[in-house]
């Protein structure tokens, strides 16, 4: 005791003298009625510094907790995976030295269990913590510190207990890179006076922490699985499959703290409504403890079990308890608000001791617990024996990496995937045996496959957490059908699939130049390759067929033809070039022989038909009220999926740019329907930068601000033409178009209020191939993602600047209420028009939405290397469409 005394006195000494915010030594986070054993040490004798002290760093924990962990028998500790920054994954496995004797044949009798193999108690709980997937959220990390110091140091019979009857698995922690950035920023705005006002520097960082390096939030990923930390966890949870899953934030400093279960009646229909009630038993024990201290908090409001992707909610259609944890924020470490002081040490108490509430919980209900899980699963197998539906067959034409993304995709989330044997033919629509899938439902996650696959467009509530349209194969643009066991019985004996990435057979060498076609997805970082070469490269605005050493090859619109005649290069470095684009691309490439096509006017030298391509220099502007979310998206998709380099500028940064050195700009929505995203001078100089030559490519709600910028500024200059001043005064309302606002209830303002509001859905989309911006898509029918109500408007005297536009009857799943539906159907998703030498592109919708849209990514990626192929009409159009 004299050790712990002596480290607390010296810790406040400093305190006062050194740190602002409440520090706390060990003793505040032990347990009354625990011994703890002296010779474990506790974080502040191995970091230098208690928790709520300074912000703890990522690598100071880590080292901590791997050393407590390789010292105690209890404790076993193993890297998962690695963020983008390179930081690792850890999980931490705690449960008694017998049980660690014998952990994969726990694991494996677990799995038996679930499946009815096994006895209800043949194999102890299996429980799940994760810690950090934000990494604003202070808490949420720092509270896995005397969690594991308790499980390490801890003795007496109610935790020896514990460890007997559970295998507890804590993640640690799930974004890494996000806590790091938290970290450095309050480090960077740290003071020696304590301020904690919530204005100040160092509270203010949410979104830029709460994300990982590309802005991903990870609490999205669960489902989705673009990012490496989300693949790592997925993995090791699906080896496991606990039975519960506690998933712990922080929200609004304001606002007390919260627990699941959630809104009651926004739950999603997959999921059964006993998850619901044994959550609520878990809960009693949280309130209890929270009682016990005369604490406040609030459960079954706000938080949603619908989006089936977040933390909570994907262990729950996978047959655990998902449990959702939010403590008010104490941000850069401790803040004043309207209840009082928040301070970090103190919400990490309390995320500490729900971790507690939850164990015991879920061991006071273990036989519940256990019969519903083996319930949950019994039912997936009736119900995938009695809806008359063997399975799901699906395919990317033209796009094999496509297709296998998706198979990578369902593997991840163990779902079992096969080639098909032999062809078959579903609603007209033929699935090859060569690039096609089959999903059987008899699977024991038969309703992951469900929620993955399947459409919803009715709901009991209007009011979404998280977006409510999420049906992957419409994000991915696949061909898909439900099948019937008669349907699928000549093609269901294929081997298991894996998605893994095929590269393409090594290219002859050319005599005359190289094709390759432009629907595989990564055909545009191929083209990227070509270009950063400084090799010519053209693309073909019809479809056309090459002779190539191989034979003859189909060549849709976009494909690219790379000359070997006046090039720079020797002919062995673009080889090795085309090597390079097969092999790790896994685009096929072809040896063209002769420049003469077999088709009329088509010919590889035609200027007309093979249009020559620059390489794109893209500048993407963030902050300044744009997105962090989408500039991720555009980034990591751009970085990270097509290798190529783009140019990150603050918006406030844009006028101090060369803009002769860039070819594109790249402006995300997140302003707001009525914010200008760019001031008056800005806009001058960007939209004559346009016309000069360069490309704008604007998406949500900053598509909308450049059509209206632009429409402005055609007026202005046609008014000063004309010498008359532009009237900007609004015409008074008619008297008698007056309409009188209806009356309402006050407690109907939340449904109401949302009943327009499109938090996230799916629509469809008539896409014209023949335009550039349509190049490499297999057809004219394009899902989109939706998130926004407002709708742009169609441009005067051009018929063809609308290559994408919605459809009569655009929902295909998720919300949007009936008079959103009609006013969007009909109207443009892109606008695509030149402007003087140069262009603009508009997207109503954000084409790369958490990097789970590779079915509108291409439009994107269109609109960066083809933007110089959109022309502009020379006749005079009527309102029939025909030019004059």
């Keep these: 005791m004299l050790r712990r005394f002596c480290t607390a006195l010296f810790a406040i000494s400093f305190i006062a003298f050194m740190a602002p915010a409440l520090a706390a030594p060990v003793d505040y986070f032990q347990v009354e009625g625990v011994t703890y054993d002296e010779a474990v040490p506790a974080f502040e004798d191995r970091a230098g510094y208690e928790i709520g002290e300074r912000p703890v760093r990522f690598g100071d924990m880590v080292s901590y907790l791997r050393e407590i962990a390789d010292n105690s028998d209890r404790i076993s500790v193993e890297t998962i995976g690695y963020s983008h920054e390179r930081r690792p994954i850890l999980t931490f496995t705690v449960t008694s030295p017998d049980n660690h004797a014998n952990l994969e044949a726990i694991r494996e009798t677990h799995l038996q269990r679930l499946e009815g193999e096994a006895a209800p108690d043949a194999a102890p709980m299996v429980l799940w913590i994760n810690f950090g997937v934000h990494g604003a959220e202070t808490s949420s990390m720092d509270a896995a510190i005397p969690l594991l110091y308790h499980f390490a140091a801890g003795q007496g019979t109610d935790l020896e207990a514990q460890l007997n009857d559970a295998v507890m698995i804590f993640t640690v922690v799930f974004n890494p890179d996000g806590h ?85 009646l926004r739950r999603n229909p997959l999921i059964p409504e006993r998850a619901r009630e044994l959550t609520k038993g878990i809960g009693e024990r949280h309130a209890a403890f929270l009682d016990s201290e005369a604490r406040l908090y609030w459960t079954e409001q706000g938080f949603d079990n619908f989006y089936i992707g977040k933390g909570s909610t994907y262990p729950q259609i996978n047959g655990s308890l998902g449990i959702l944890f939010e403590a008010g924020a ?22 500490f001791r729900t971790a507690l509430t939850t164990i015991q919980g879920a061991l006071d209900l273990r036989a519940e617990i256990t019969a519903y899980q083996r319930d949950f699963f019994a039912e997936n197998a ?87 349209g999420w049906t992957l194969p419409l994000a991915y643009d696949l061909e898909y059908a439900p099948v019937t066991a008669r349907q699928i019985r000549s093609a269901a004996s294929g081997a298991m699939a894996d998605g893994a990435f095929q590269p393409a057979p090594v290219p002859d060498r050319a005599p005359y130049g190289y094709v390759f076609d432009w629907s595989h997805s990564f055909a545009p970082r191929a083209l990227n390759r070509v270009l950063a070469a400084d090799l010519m490269a053209r693309a073909t605005m019809e479809e056309t067929v ?75 502007a963030y902050d300044g009220g744009l997105s962090r979310y989408d500039v991720g998206e555009v980034w990591w998709t751009l970085d990270y999926r097509q290798r190529m380099p783009v140019t990150l ?138 998130n926004v109500s407002f709708t742009l408007t169609r441009p005067d005297g051009n018929p063809y600047a609308v290559p994408v536009e919605y459809a009569d009857d655009p929902l295909l799943t998720g919300y949007a209420s009936e008079r959103r539906q009609e006013e969007i159907a009909g109207t443009p998703s892109v606008i695509a028009e030149r402007m003087g030498a140069g262009a603009i592109i508009l997207m109503a919708d954000n084409p790369v939405f958490r990097g789970t849209y590779p079915g509108t990514e291409k439009l994107l990626m269109n609109a960066i290397f083809f933007s110089g192929l959109i022309d502009a009409p020379r006749g005079d159009y009527g309102e029939s469409g025909a030019a004059h």
Excluded: C
């Excluded at 096929?588 to 794109?616: E, Y």
């Excluded at 606002?741 to 949302?754: I, K, P, V």
């Design 649 to 786: 500028v603050e918006k406030d940064r844009l006028g101090s740019l060369d803009w002769e050195e860039y070819s594109h700009l790249v402006l995300v929505g997140g302003r707001g329907e009525q914010e200008p995203v760019l001031d008056e001078g800005l806009t001058e100089a960007v939209l004559s930068w346009v016309e000069s030559g360069g490309t704008l490519v604007a998406t949500r709600d900053a598509a909308l601000w450049t059509q209206s910028a632009i429409e402005a500024r055609a007026a202005a200059l046609a008014a000063e033409a004309a010498g008359t001043p532009l009237e900007a005064a609004a015409e008074e309302p008619d008297e008698d178009e007056t309409v009188e606002t209806e009356r309402l209830d006050f407690a109907d303002m939340g449904l109401r209020d949302a009943e327009h509001v499109i938090g996230g859905a799916i629509f469809a989309a008539d896409l014209d191939t023949s335009h550039p911006l349509g190049f490499g898509f297999a057809d004219r029918d394009l899902p989109v993602h939706r």
């Design 546 to 620: 090459v002779r190539t050493t191989t034979g003859t090859v189909e060549l849709g619109r976009g494909a690219i033809f790379v000359p070997l005649a006046r090039q720079e290069a020797s002919r062995g470095d673009i080889h090795a070039i085309m090597t390079t684009i097969a092999a790790e691309d896994g685009v096929p490439v072809f040896a063209a022989t002769s420049g003469l096509t077999p088709v009329s006017g088509r010919d590889l030298g035609s200027n007309r038909t093979f249009r020559a391509l620059k390489a794109p220099r893209v500048v993407l």
């Design 330 to 351: 104490a941000r850069g470490g401790a803040v004043q608000t309207e209840r009082g002081l928040v301070e970090t040490a103190d919400n990490v108490r309390t995320q």
């Design 180 to 264: 790091a950035r938290r970290i450095d920023h309050v480090e960077t705005f740290w003071s020696y006076a304590e301020n904690t006002d919530l204005n100040d520097a160092a509270h203010n960082m949410w979104i830029e922490a709460r994300t990982n390096h590309y802005w991903f939030d990870l609490n999205r990923q669960w489902l989705l699985l673009t990012q490496p930390e989300s693949q790592a966890w997925i993995k090791h949870w699906h080896k496991w499959k606990p039975m519960v899953s506690a998933d712990y934030h922080e929200m609004g400093s304001s606002s007390p703290y919260y627990f699941h279960p959630g809104e009651e």
């Design 382 to 468: 009736r119900q995938a024996a009695s809806n008359g539906q063997a399975g799901w067959v699906f395919t990317a034409k033209g796009d094999p990496e496509r297709a296998a993304r998706f198979v990578r995709l369902l593997r991840m989330h163990d779902i079992e995937v096969r080639a098909l044997s032999a062809e078959i033919t579903i609603d007209q629509v033929t699935y090859s045996s060569n690039d096609s899938f089959y999903v059987p439902m008899a699977q024991t996650n038969n309703r992951m496959i469900r929620g993955i696959f399947e459409r919803f467009t009715e709901f009991d509530e209007n009011i979404f957490y998280d977006v409510s």
